[in-house]
């Protein structure tokens, strides 16, 4: 298996480290043609702004978006997510273009500025039922995004709980904020639809390699799925298939 980590701009060299790790290669992506030699792809943490710039410019964005159409499996770290997501709101003025494919609506530094950065330990307990480990997840949070809403087809794999800080009422003598009445409410953190997986905070600055082998592991599936169906179209000597063209197997994967 080898799995492109795109390497515009962010901490990509992180994430090929974790997957080595795990014994799995991970090669840098700058190109279109390259996401040809590779079965799944990680967009990794990084300025969001930056890298879509760079991938206008090297015009990726047709190839990363076929890339998603395909059903080949997708992690988007942080500014991955944002990539990753239908609709952003947040963004500096012109906006960015976006890959697109996970219904949701991602909000661009939701957490705030680079000084309020921080880590925390999030629950994770789809996360620990397939790899075990702790009951939690220490979440590692860089001007991060996070996801306002999902469509009904996006399941929810962690979220956060956030101090609600918004002022309702205020005058000279009296201010009322919504943690008065609300003292916390909960943002979404991680998020996965169909071959789309997402997390607004960078595993590949831990040592807890727990998400990349759920990733590794879906996108064995992903491909077992693939497979399965390609072999399920057989036509017998002399036959002709009346129905679609099976689809083209991929390029060898094996090392």
């Given at each position: 298996?080898?799995?492109?980590?795109?390497?515009?701009?962010?901490?990509?060299?992180?994430?090929?480290?974790?997957?080595?790790?795990?014994?799995?290669?991970?090669?840098?992506?700058?190109?279109?043609?390259?996401?040809?030699?590779?079965?799944s792809?990680?967009?990794?943490?990084?300025?969001?702004?930056t890298?879509?710039?760079?991938?206008?410019?090297?015009?990726?964005?047709?190839?990363?978006?076929?890339?998603?159409?395909?059903?080949?499996?997708?992690?988007?770290?942080?500014?991955?997510l944002?990539f990753?997501?239908?609709?952003?709101?947040?963004?500096?003025?012109g906006?960015?273009?976006?890959?697109?494919?996970?219904?949701c609506?991602?909000h661009r530094?939701?957490?705030?500025?680079?000084?309020?950065?921080?880590?925390?330990?999030?629950?994770?307990?789809?996360l620990?039922?397939?790899e075990?480990?702790?009951?939690?997840y220490r979440?590692v949070?860089?001007?991060?995004?996070?996801?306002?809403?999902?469509g009904?087809?996006?399941?929810?794999?962690?979220?956060?709980?956030?101090p609600?800080?918004?002022?309702?009422?205020?005058?000279?003598?009296?201010?009322?904020?919504?943690?008065?009445?609300?003292?916390?409410?909960?943002?979404?953190?991680?998020?996965?639809?169909g071959?789309l997986?997402?997390?607004?905070?960078?595993?590949?600055?831990?040592?807890?390699?727990?998400?990349?082998?759920?990733?590794?592991?879906?996108?064995?599936?992903?491909?077992?799925?693939?497979?399965?169906?390609?072999?399920?179209?057989?036509v017998?000597?002399?036959?002709?298939?009346?129905?679609?063209?099976?689809?083209?197997?991929d390029?060898?994967?094996f090392?």
């Amino acid at each position: 298996m080898t799995v492109g980590v795109l390497a515009l701009q962010g901490s990509f060299n992180e994430h090929i480290a974790a997957l080595r790790r795990l014994g799995v290669q991970g090669v840098e992506i700058r190109k279109a043609d390259q996401l040809l030699t590779v079965s799944s792809l990680i967009i990794p943490g990084g300025e969001s702004t930056t890298m879509a710039k760079l991938a206008e410019y090297h015009n990726l964005f047709p190839a990363l978006r076929e890339f998603v159409k395909m059903g080949k499996p997708v992690w988007g770290t942080c500014a991955g997510l944002i990539f990753l997501a239908d609709r952003a709101v947040g963004q500096k003025e012109g906006g960015q273009e976006l890959v697109g494919g996970l219904d949701c609506t991602v909000h661009r530094n939701f957490f705030g500025s680079q000084i309020q950065s921080f880590e925390a330990d999030i629950s994770v307990p789809q996360l620990t039922s397939q790899e075990g480990g702790p009951e939690t997840y220490r979440g590692v949070f860089i001007r991060a995004p996070a996801v306002l809403d999902v469509g009904p087809d996006v399941e929810v794999l962690a979220d956060y709980p956030v101090p609600s800080n918004k002022v309702l009422y205020s005058s000279s003598t009296v201010q009322i904020q919504e943690e008065d009445a609300l003292p916390e409410t909960k943002v979404i953190v991680a998020v996965k639809q169909g071959n789309l997986l997402a997390t607004a905070f960078h595993p590949e600055l831990t040592a807890d390699t727990r998400w990349h082998s759920y990733f590794i592991k879906m996108t064995k599936e992903i491909e077992q799925g693939a497979s399965s169906s390609s072999n399920n179209t057989i036509v017998s000597v002399g036959e002709t298939s009346t129905g679609p063209e099976p689809a083209k197997p991929d390029l060898p994967i094996f090392q």
